[in-house]
């Protein structure tokens, strides 16, 4: 089956951000997201919740020290499924669960966790915190934690420079040639300013789209 790609309309509301993500044919949203950042005794927190129809289909949640953007825990929950992904990070070495659905029994191990090892929505926040260094063209390597594998994956984000002004796109890409045939491709767009600011982002989903698990979506959040 190809990758469908989706589309979403994006709203500010507050301190959350919030988007619905539709089919191609512009139909009914498949679900709804909001993303809202957070601070508690010194560690933060980036909390997406899921909506499909009336129903909470999931969330991912990520908290972090905010100064050295060191991963405290992840956890991800796909309500409709039993997909459960969890991380607990002690040191340099996380605990980490994961099964694939509801009728699965939840395995668990330990691995390695270095100060470059990020989860979940985390990436642009990295980004922006090397702002400086990607704008001057530098490529920067990290570790992403990939929940069904239970490991992290290394990759490397490369800055891309168009013709519209200011507008800068990262690309995250495995760095492992075999890895990359399969693993999906990220993008993200940023404009560069006092503050740089992400417009754009396409990816994977992290709900199925019309029931398609390998869904791509593109956000435009400079609408």
């Given at each position: 089956m190809g990758m469908q790609v989706a589309k979403a309309v994006v709203g500010v509301?507050?301190?959350?951000?919030?988007?619905?993500i539709t089919s191609q044919d512009g139909s009914k949203p498949v679900y709804e997201a909001q993303s809202r950042s957070g601070l508690v005794d010194g560690i933060a927190s980036m909390t997406t919740r899921y909506v499909q129809g009336t129903k909470l289909a999931g969330?991912?949640?990520?908290?972090?020290?905010?100064?050295?953007?060191?991963?405290?825990s992840y956890r991800s929950e796909n309500y409709l499924?039993?997909?459960?992904?969890?991380?607990?990070?002690?040191?340099?070495k996380a605990k980490v669960c994961y099964r694939a659905d509801a009728s699965d029994e939840l395995n668990s191990k330990e691995i390695p966790w270095t100060e470059r090892t990020f989860a979940g929505s985390s990436v642009p926040i990295f980004v922006v915190k090397h702002w400086d260094r990607i704008k001057a063209g530098e490529s920067l390597e990290f570790d992403l934690f990939v929940p069904f594998r239970q490991e992290a994956l290394s990759f490397k984000l490369t800055p891309q420079f168009g013709s519209a002004p200011r507008t800068?796109?990262?690309?995250?890409?495995?760095?492992?040639?075999?890895i990359r045939q399969f693993a999906p491709n990220i993008a993200f767009t940023f404009v560069d300013g006092d503050e740089p600011m992400m417009t754009g982002y396409e990816g994977p989903t992290q709900l199925a789209v019309n029931g398609d698990r390998l869904a791509r979506v593109q956000i435009d959040f400079g609408n």
């Open positions: 509301e507050g301190a959350a951000v919030s988007y619905a969330v991912e949640i990520w908290t972090y020290v905010p100064r050295l953007l060191t991963t405290v499924t039993g997909e459960l992904s969890e991380a607990l990070v002690s040191g340099r800068v796109k990262v690309l995250a890409e495995a760095r492992n040639w075999l």
